[in-house]
T-cell receptor, first 109, second 115 residues
Framework: DAKTTQPNSMESNEEEPVHLPCNHS???????IHWYRQLPSQGPEYVIH???SNVNNRMASLAIAEDRKSSTLILHRATLRDAAVYYC??????????FGTGTSLTVIP | KAGVTQTPRYLIKTRGQQVTLSCSPI?????VSWYQQTPGQGLQFLFE???????NKGNFPGRFSGRQFSNSRSEMNVSTLELGDSALYLC??????????????FGSGTRLTVV
């Protein structure tokens, strides 16, 4: 398994940007980096994914290091609804995701 | 459009019994995956079905099984329940499970408690 390291928890003030880091030093050259989040009492929700280039969508931005050994999920303006556990998933075997322990994000009003 | 529907939402069973959980994927999605989530082990992959065939299986005992029907709906079955099977069981669907640009959509899960 590609080893993933994420902070156990982070805090952010509402309406401020949040940078969620992830180290995945053993990622293979062809694996996409996926980010999912899980709100309380819900299943995981797709956030964003990328391979080499930085990616943007309506939810977030994904910054991928040039050597692909780390990535950062960027929430541009945190809202209370963004309080969740964020999972960085740098490896999948076919259609099987390896979820780590993720980062629990607390958004402070 | 309707999301991934899992039934029932909550279930209480006794040790030794068996249980069947159901998952209806998003219309048009042909791939269905199942995950088990526990506080100790986190999210762990159980198996994935595509066009009624199991394509991939996680490291779980044979008591855990599943199937997929022609309409892509899927069921998973756990026989001879143990206390450690208490968990949130999540189902995820995608168009084909291979092209990552499609992503996966998860249901809200079935909370199984074994007593």
């Amino acid at each position: 398994d590609a080893k993933t390291t994420q902070p156990n928890s982070m805090e952010s003030n509402e309406e401020e940007p949040v940078h969620l880091p992830c180290n995945h030093s053993t990622i293979s050259g062809t694996d996409y980096i996926h980010w999912y989040r899980q709100l309380p009492s819900q299943g995981p929700e797709y956030v964003i994914h990328g391979l080499t280039s930085n990616v943007n969508n309506r939810m977030a931005s994904l910054a991928i290091a040039e050597d692909r050994k780390s990535s950062t999920l960027i929430l541009h303006r945190a809202t209370l609804r963004d309080a969740a556990v964020y999972y960085c998933i740098p490896e999948q075997l076919g259609n099987q995701f390896y979820f780590g322990t993720g980062t629990s994000l607390t958004v402070i009003p | 459009k309707a999301g991934v529907t899992q039934t029932p939402r909550y279930l209480i069973k006794t040790r030794g019994q068996q249980v069947t959980l159901s998952c209806s994927p998003i219309s048009g999605h042909r791939s269905v995956s199942w995950y088990q989530q526990t506080p100790g082990q986190g999210l762990q992959f159980l198996f994935e079905y595509f066009s009624e065939t199991q394509r991939n299986k996680g490291n779980f005992p044979g008591r855990f099984s599943g199937r997929q029907f022609s309409n892509s709906r899927s069921e998973m079955n756990v026989s001879t329940l143990e206390l450690g099977d208490s968990a949130l069981y999540l189902c995820a669907s995608s168009l084909d499970g291979q092209n990552y640009n499609y992503g996966y959509t998860f249901g809200s899960g079935t909370r199984l408690t074994v007593v």
